[in-house]
C-alpha cells in the first residue's frame, strides 16, 4: 500500500520539503498522521494543494476543518473550471527524491481501503538524470497550475510553493535526457490531454483496456478512443457496485464493459484509473495517474497528472497490476446494470460549496486579494482559538487589487481563520497563512544553520568561527541551485527594455537618505529563495531582523561604558578571555580560507557566469559583518581582531586584477553576460567594494614627489588605480552609494565618523569630474597632450572606446599606464594626458580607516 511505502522512504530520510497535490483532503488523517510522519523524519517544510470547493466544503465541517494549515504547514486552494484533481506526491532533499503520481487522494480511503494506482520513482538526484528529468517536468505541471492561480491567491502563499527549491537546487533547470517515464499534465493553459496522449500511442493498436471509477453522461473519453482507432473496441474494466456511470444506457449498447470486482488481490473500493494501450512488436503504452476515464478528465476541464509507461515496461506493468486479467472478466450482467450508479458526485462539486480563500499575515495585519471574494465584503472578524470571532475593520486597496485587514500584533499569530460577511448574510470564511512562520519552515537546512550560527552572535557564548564555516558552505559548496536561478532571472532581464535599464538618475552626494532609496525598485534581485539568496538577504537586506544582537558599545549585562565607570569589575579578567582570543584566531583562519577560495573562484573564470558575483558579494558581506562584531565589547575586551587587515588587502587587490584587470576584467564580461547592471547584487557589490577599499585605507593623494622612495610611489598609484575604477562603475547608482556609506559608517569607530563621511564625498567628487572627463574624451574634445607627470590620468589614443589610467612611469621613449597585473607601455605620442582631475580641496584627501 501507498502508505506503507511512504513510511518505510520516510523513515530513511533525506527529505526535507513535500507536496502534495489532491482533489479531496481529510484534514484530520493529514494533520495527525501524514504531517506528523513528515515533521518526525525531518521533512520541514510541507505543502498541500487541493481543490478549492473541496477546501471549502471541509471549512464549514467542525470535525474535518485544517486546524494547523497556515503555521505548520501551507495550504494552498487551487481553483479551476471543473476539478483540481491530479494527485502527485513530490518529496525532495538536496540529495534524494520521490514522485508518486497516482489515483489515491488524501485521505484515510485514499491511503487505506481503496483499490489505488500509484506510481513510485524514488532516486538520487546526483545520480539519476533520467528521474530528475521528471521530476523537472511534474515541477514544471505544478508551477503552471499555481500561475493560474495567482489573481485569487496572496503572493506569500505562491511563494511558499515555489520555495521548495530551497530545498532541491535540482528541480530548477534544463534536462539533456529523455524523460522515462514520460508524465503528461492538463491545466487550462495545456492542450487536452487526450490531445498529449495520441502523440505517444502505438503506430498499430491491438486492444485498449480501460478501468476507472467515473465516466461522464456522454462517455466522451470512450467516443474518442472509438474514433481515433475504429478498428478496436475499447474494454472497460469496473466495479458495479462502486462505479459512477451517468451514460450507462449507452455504455450497455456501444462498448464492451466487463466486471474487474475481483481486480487485484484485495478488496476494496476499485479507485484506480488507467489505460492500457496494446500495440505491434512490442510497441505499447500504459496510462495511469488521476484522470478517469471521462470529458473533464481528458478533453478539457479539469487539472490532472498521468504518467506514461512505453514499451515492455508498460506490457510487464499491465500484467502485474491485473489490467491484461479483464479480458478474462465477465461481461456485465443485466442485474448489475439496473445497479450501477449515475451519480458524478466526485468530478462536479456542488454549486453552493464556495471555494476556501487564503488571506495572508503581513506587517499591519492580514490582506487577501478582492478576486478571491464573490462580492466585496462588508465586515470582517478574526477567529482566535475558541473565543468569540473579534471584528476587524477593512481596507480596500484598489491599486493592488487586496484587501487590507488591518489587526493588532498580539492578535495575529493566534488567528487561525478570518470571517467575512457579505452582502445577503453569507459568510466567507479565510484560511490564515502565517507568512512568518511559513518562511521559517521554507528555509532549507543550510539557511537554519546558518541563521541559527548568526542567533549566536548575540550571545557571549556564541562560536564565531561556527559562523564563517556555515557561510563558506553556503557560497561555495551549495553554488548549483544559486547559478541555476541566476541564469533564469537574467535571461528574463534581457527581455527588459533599454529605456529601463538606462533610467539611472545621479543623486547630488553620496549621504543618500533611506526614503530616497525607493528608486531601488528598479534593482531586480538574481537570487531570492536559494541558499545563498537567503544568506544575502540576511546579510544586506533583514541583517538584526528577528535576531538577538548585542549593541556594540554594551557589554554582556547591557551597559554602556559610561556605565561601567567606577564599576568593581572595570579591571577584571573575564573568564572567557583565553577561549574569546582563541575564537578570534580560528575566525581569522576560516575567513581566511573563505577569502582563498574567493580568490581560485575568480581566478576560474575563464567564462564567466554571474554565480562569482553573488559569490563575492557575500564573501564581502560577511568580512563586512566580522568587522561590526569587533566592535563589540566582548572582543574590544581582549583587543581581538576577527578579520586580518593583510587578508582584506589581499582580497581587495586580487578583485581588482581579476574584475578590472587587463586581459581578465570579469566585471565587463559578468555585466554582459547579465545584459544589464541593474541588479541589486551589482549594486551592493559596488558598494561594498568602495567600503573595502576605505577598510584597507586606500587613499587619494595625488602627491608624487621626485625625491620619494619608489615603492611609495608605486602604492599610492595603486590606490589611485583602485579608486579609478570604482567610482567609475558607480555611476551615480544610489543603492550602491548608500551601501557604501552606511557599510563605512557601521564599521567606522565613533571618533572617524566625520572623517569616513568627507573621504565618502571626496570619492564622489572625484566620481563626477572622472565622469565628466569620460564623456570629453568619448565626444573628442580633449586636445592630445602628452602625459609628463606621474599620477596623471591618460588614456590610448588608438582604443575605440578610450579607458582612463593612471600614468605610472614616463620617460623620453615611453609612457607606462596602471594596471593591476602588469603595467602596459606605450610610445608618448599614443599617449594623451588629461591632468591631474583634482577639484579644489581634493589633493591629498586623508583617508582613515575604522582601526
Given at each position: 500500500m501507498a502508505g506503507d511505502s511512504l513510511y518505510d522512504a520516510l523513515r530513511r530520510g533525506g527529505y526535507e520539503a513535500s507536496l502534495i497535490t489532491t482533489y479531496n483532503v481529510y484534514f484530520p488523517f493529514y494533520e495527525e498522521v501524514v504531517l506528523r510522519r513528515l515533521r518526525a523524519s525531518q521533512c520541514r517544510h510541507n505543502v498541500v494543494l487541493a481543490d478549492a470547493r473541496q477546501c471549502g466544503a471541509s471549512l464549514s465541517d467542525t470535525?474535518?476543518?485544517p486546524r494547523?494549515?497556515?503555521?505548520d504547514y501551507t495550504l494552498v486552494p487551487m481553483r479551476s473550471e471543473a476539478a483540481f484533481h491530479p494527485k502527485v506526491w513530490l518529496l525532495?532533499?538536496?540529495?534524494?527524491?520521490?514522485?508518486?503520481?497516482g489515483s489515491h487522494n488524501l485521505t484515510i480511503a485514499g491511503f487505506g481501503y481503496n483499490r489505488e494506482m500509484t506510481n513510485w520513482i524514488e532516486f538520487d538526484p546526483r545520480r539519476d538524470e533520467a528521474a530528475v528529468a521528471t521530476a523537472r517536468t511534474v515541477w514544471g505541471f505544478i508551477k503552471t497550475w499555481l500561475n493560474d492561480q495567482q489573481a485569487f491567491l496572496p503572493a506569500p502563499a505562491l511563494e511558499a510553493v515555489t520555495s521548495m527549491k530551497n530545498h532541491a537546487p535540482w528541480l530548477e533547470g534544463v534536462s539533456n535526457v529523455v524523460v522515462d517515464p514520460t508524465p503528461l499534465a492538463q491545466g487550462t493553459s495545456t492542450a487536452p490531454l487526450f490531445d498529449q496522449l495520441i502523440v505517444h500511442a502505438p503506430?498499430?493498436?491491438?486492444?485498449?483496456?480501460v478501468i476507472g471509477a467515473f465516466f461522464d453522461t456522454k462517455l466522451q473519453l470512450l467516443k474518442a478512443l472509438a474514433k481515433r482507432w475504429p478498428e478496436v473496441r475499447p474494454m472497460c474494466g469496473i466495479e458495479p457496485a462502486t462505479v459512477s456511470l451517468p451514460g450507462k444506457q449507452l455504455a450497455k449498447r456501444q462498448f464492451d464493459f466487463r466486471d474487474a470486482s475481483t481486480l487485484a488481490d484485495r478488496s476494496g473500493y476499485l479507485h484506480a484509473k488507467a489505460i492500457f494501450f496494446e500495440g505491434r512488436n512490442g510497441d505499447h503504452l500504459l496510462v495511469s495517474g488521476s484522470a478517469n476515464p471521462s470529458a473533464p478528465?481528458?478533453?478539457?476541464?479539469n487539472e490532472e497528472a498521468v504518467l506514461l509507461r512505453k514499451g515492455a515496461?508498460?506490457?510487464?506493468?499491465?500484467?502485474e497490476l491485473g489490467l491484461l486479467a479483464i479480458r478474462e472478466c465477465q461481461p456485465i450482467a443485466a442485474d448489475q446494470w439496473a445497479s450501477i450508479s449515475e451519480s458524478v458526485a466526485e468530478q462536479v462539486a456542488e454549486e453552493a460549496t464556495r471555494a476556501a480563500i487564503v488571506a495572508c499575515e503581513t506587517e499591519i495585519g492580514f490582506a487577501a486579494p478582492l478576486a478571491a471574494f464573490p462580492t466585496i465584503p462588508k465586515r470582517c472578524a478574526a477567529k482566535v482559538g475558541e473565543s468569540e470571532p473579534i471584528e476587524l475593520p477593512i481596507q480596500l486597496n484598489k491599486e493592488d487589487g487586496m484587501l487590507v485587514i488591518p489587526?493588532?500584533?498580539?492578535?495575529?499569530?493566534?488567528?487561525?481563520?478570518?470571517?467575512?460577511?457579505?452582502?445577503?448574510?453569507?459568510?466567507?470564511?479565510?484560511?490564515?497563512?502565517?507568512?512568518?512562520?511559513i518562511e521559517d519552515l521554507a528555509r532549507s537546512t543550510q539557511q537554519a544553520q546558518f541563521r541559527a550560527a548568526l542567533q549566536e552572535l548575540g550571545a557571549e557564548s556564541g562560536d564565531i568561527a561556527k559562523l564563517v564555516s556555515a557561510v563558506e558552505k553556503v557560497i561555495f559548496d551549495d553554488a548549483s541551485g544559486a547559478a541555476s536561478e541566476i541564469s533564469d532571472r537574467s535571461r528574463r532581464s534581457s527581455n527588459q527594455s533599454a529605456a529601463q535599464n538606462e533610467a539611472n538618475l545621479k543623486p547630488e552626494t553620496l549621504a543618500v537618505g533611506m526614503h530616497e532609496t525607493k528608486k531601488a525598485k528598479r534593482h531586480r534581485r538574481l537570487l531570492t529563495g536559494t541558499?545563498?539568496?537567503?544568506?544575502?538577504?540576511?546579510?544586506?537586506h533583514r541583517l538584526g531582523v528577528g535576531l538577538s544582537r548585542l549593541d556594540a558599545n554594551v557589554d554582556s549585562q547591557g551597559r554602556t561604558e559610561e556605565d561601567r565607570i567606577g564599576k568593581d569589575d572595570d579591571m577584571e579578567i573575564p573568564r572567557n578571555r583565553v577561549d574569546d582570543v582563541k575564537i578570534a584566531s580560528i575566525c581569522q583562519r576560516k575567513l581566511r580560507r573563505l577569502i582563498s577560495r574567493m580568490k581560485v573562484q575568480m581566478d576560474q573564470q575563464a567564462d564567466p557566469g554571474p554565480t562569482v558575483l553573488v559569490q563575492l558579494v557575500a564573501v564581502l558581506a560577511i568580512t563586512r559583518e566580522l568587522r561590526k562584531i569587533e566592535k563589540h565589547e566582548r572582543w574590544r575586551r581582549v583587543h581581538a581582531r576577527l578579520v586580518d587587515p593583510a587578508d582584506q588587502r589581499r582580497l581587495l587587490d586580487h578583485v581588482m586584477v581579476s574584475f578590472f584587470g587587463r586581459g581578465r576584467d570579469l566585471y565587463s564580461r559578468v555585466v554582459a553576460t547579465l545584459g544589464t547592471e541593474t541588479f541589486d547584487e551589482i549594486a551592493r557589490l559596488k558598494g561594498l567594494l568602495i567600503w573595502l577599499a576605505w577598510d584597507c585605507g586606500v587613499a587619494l593623494d595625488e602627491r608624487f614627489g621626485i625625491s620619494e622612495q619608489r615603492e611609495a610611489v608605486e602604492e599610492r598609484i595603486r590606490n589611485k588605480a583602485v579608486l579609478l575604477e570604482l567610482v567609475q562603475i558607480l555611476s551615480g547608482d544610489d543603492i550602491s552609494l548608500e551601501e557604501a556609506r552606511t557599510s563605512i559608517l557601521s564599521v567606522a569607530n565613533p571618533g572617524v565618523h566625520q572623517a569616513a563621511a568627507k573621504w565618502l564625498v571626496t570619492c564622489e567628487s572625484w566620481g563626477r569630474v572622472v565622469d565628466e572627463v569620460l564623456t570629453r574624451i568619448r565626444g573628442d574634445r580633449i586636445p592630445p597632450v602628452q602625459p609628463s607627470q606621474i599620477g596623471s590620468l591618460a588614456f590610448a589614443t588608438a582604443l575605440a572606446r578610450p579607458r582612463l589610467r593612471i600614468v605610472s612611469s614616463v620617460s623620453s621613449g615611453a609612457v607606462a599606464l596602471f594596471d593591476f597585473e602588469q603595467e602596459i607601455q606605450y610610445r608618448p605620442d599614443r599617449v594623451s594626458s588629461v591632468g591631474l582631475l583634482s577639484p579644489e580641496g581634493l589633493s591629498a584627501a586623508s583617508l582613515p580607516s575604522s582601526s
Open positions: 470535525f474535518a476543518a494547523r494549515a497556515g503555521s525532495v532533499g538536496k540529495s534524494r527524491g520521490l514522485i508518486c503520481l503506430k498499430s493498436v491491438k486492444s485498449i483496456i478528465a481528458w478533453l478539457g476541464g515496461s508498460a506490457r510487464k506493468a499491465a500484467e489587526a493588532d500584533r498580539e492578535l495575529r499569530p493566534g488567528c487561525t481563520r478570518l470571517l467575512f460577511a457579505l452582502a445577503g448574510g453569507a459568510v466567507v470564511e479565510a484560511i490564515v497563512h502565517h507568512t512568518a512562520m541558499d545563498l539568496g537567503h544568506l544575502l538577504d540576511v546579510l544586506i
